[in-house]
């Protein structure tokens, strides 16, 4: 029964939970024995909530009582470690922050406590959610579930590592320009990073810069993706990005009044990417216009002439840079990990340099609406290679040498736009790792990329979203 506790999704356990059939504490029990099993080889989590049983046995209280239950009640989730939790540590993947310790949950938090969910642990990260691997001088490196050689990626990576694990059904992780995402393809989970906005920031380092920023759910189906979605969105009162009241449709699988367009890229327009995620890619595209869509093979004119990796490095180093300051100051070397070093170093943009790349950052967004004014949903991929050795900062992709930022080249688009994305698993590399694809809606558009999202999911045939330690 624990076994297959725990590979059940936030959705089903929370309809077990409400019909009786299992009770809060053995779906908590279920996931603390995986954690005691497999955790010291993963390196997913920094720290256990202690009260999280505790709150399992209050869960199970008020479904005997016959309360009032929340669409998540009972159901464990997890949440990355820049993002706050009261009365829980949240260090921030470095020693500057050792036992720091919030009074308030962030507001995704919250959001998720309020639908009934248990916070189950918090999970690893780079050094302030700073790199596309989750390694850092507090709780050290996270490892790939699939492969332990393997990252599974950043700045999520102990997020994505955990619930592909089954050390957790569902949890939350930030996106800066890869980071719930890339994580996701790395381990083969699903997650959502919404429009800019839609779900508030407030409570998670850093406060300012947040315009690329995103806070967003993990998990091992679309639908959990649907429902902490619906939990999540909304303005607080507080993150000034969070404004749009325009509402979610949750009416996933209801048909379209017309086919569907959907357009997918692989290059030009994202940097090199590997044949055999091409291949995946492509195996996408042909299974949506076996559903009827109407799939072809696209360009965006805009991504080739400005190349959004290069847009974002040029607009964030600047804006950056006094957080990092900020946080590090007067603080020994010793307590600074790779990125924070690297931050710091890292030359002014000129003021010249910085302007083009506003300019182009319009340009890129004028050119996603000219696309989208055709096309309801763009295919493509998320990263350009399966998950990869620990510490390879240096590749070979399709005859192209690169260096590591440029596994970002498919996903900072949509942070620089503001565009909301999934990513999901479609396939398998010939050397058993998952692969994933992304789904980019229009702004606001995340019940369109949810409902394709289901549909792929539906016919997929890849079923193994976890991975057996």
Same mark, same amino acid.
């Given at each position: ?41 993963? +390196? ?66 919250? @959001? ?23 390694? +850092? ?60 906005? @839609? ?99 696209? @360009? ?64 890129? @967004? ?31 992709? +399709? ?36 692969? +994933? ?33």
């Amino acid at each position: 029964m624990s076994n297959e506790l725990i590979f059940k999704d936030a959705t089903r356990l929370a309809e077990l939970i409400r019909t009786r059939e299992v009770s809060p504490v053995e779906v908590m029990q279920a996931h603390l024995d995986r954690i005691a099993a497999v955790e010291p080889r993963v +390196n997913a989590l920094v720290t256990l909530a202690d009260t999280a049983m505790d709150a399992a046995k209050a869960a199970e209280a008020d479904v005997l009582a016959g309360r009032e239950l929340g669409p998540l009640h009972g159901v464990p989730f997890t949440v990355k470690d820049s993002i706050d939790t009261a009365g829980v540590l949240t260090q921030r993947g470095s020693p500057i922050f050792k036992g720091r310790l919030p009074e308030q949950d962030a507001t995704s938090v919250a @959001r998720m406590k309020k639908a009934g969910g248990i916070l189950l642990a918090k999970t690893n990260l780079p050094e302030f959610s700073y790199w596309i691997e989750s390694d +850092n001088l507090l709780s050290g490196r996270s490892n790939n579930p699939w492969d332990l050689t393997r990252t599974p990626g950043g700045s999520s990576g102990g997020e994505s590592a955990a619930i592909a694990a089954g050390m957790s059904p569902l949890g939350l992780g930030t996106d800066l320009a890869i980071s719930v995402r890339g994580p996701a393809a790395q381990t083969g989970i699903v997650s959502l990073k919404a429009t800019h906005g @839609r779900i508030p920031m407030t409570g998670i380092w850093p406060r300012a810069p947040r315009r690329f920023w995103h806070v967003g759910p993990m998990a091992r189906s679309i639908r959990d993706l649907k429902l902490a979605f619906e939990q999540l969105y909304g303005p607080d009162g507080q993150d000034a990005f969070s404004t749009m009241t325009v509402p979610f449709d949750a009416g996933i699988g209801s048909a379209p009044v017309r086919p569907l367009r959907v357009g997918w890229l692989v290059e030009p327009g994202f940097g090199p990417v590997d044949p055999e995620v091409s291949a995946v890619v492509k195996s996408a595209a042909d299974a949506l216009a076996g559903l009827g869509m109407v799939v072809e093979p696209v @360009r965006i004119p805009a991504l080739e002439r400005d190349f959004a990796l290069d847009v974002f490095n040029r607009l964030h180093v600047m804006e950056m840079k006094p957080a990092f300051a900020e946080a590090t100051a007067g603080r020994r070397p010793d307590e600074l990990y790779k990125m924070a070093k690297t931050m710091l170093g890292l030359p002014d943009t000129s003021m010249a340099d910085y302007i083009d790349a506003e300019q182009a950052a319009e340009r890129l @967004r004028d050119g996603f609406a000219e696309y989208f004014s055709k096309y309801d949903v763009l295919l493509t991929h998320v990263l350009p290679i399966p998950a990869h050795k620990h510490g390879v900062e240096q590749f070979v992709i +399709n005859g192209q040498s690169v260096d590591a930022t440029y596994l970002q080249g498919a996903t900072v688009p949509l942070n620089i736009t503001g565009l909301p994305g999934i990513a999901m698993r479609f396939g398998t590399s010939s050397e058993g790792l998952p692969i +994933n694809v992304q789904l980019v809606g229009s702004w606001l558009a995340e019940s369109t990329i949810l409902h394709v999202a289901g549909l792929l999911e539906s016919v997929s045939t890849v079923r193994d979203l976890h991975a057996s330690l």
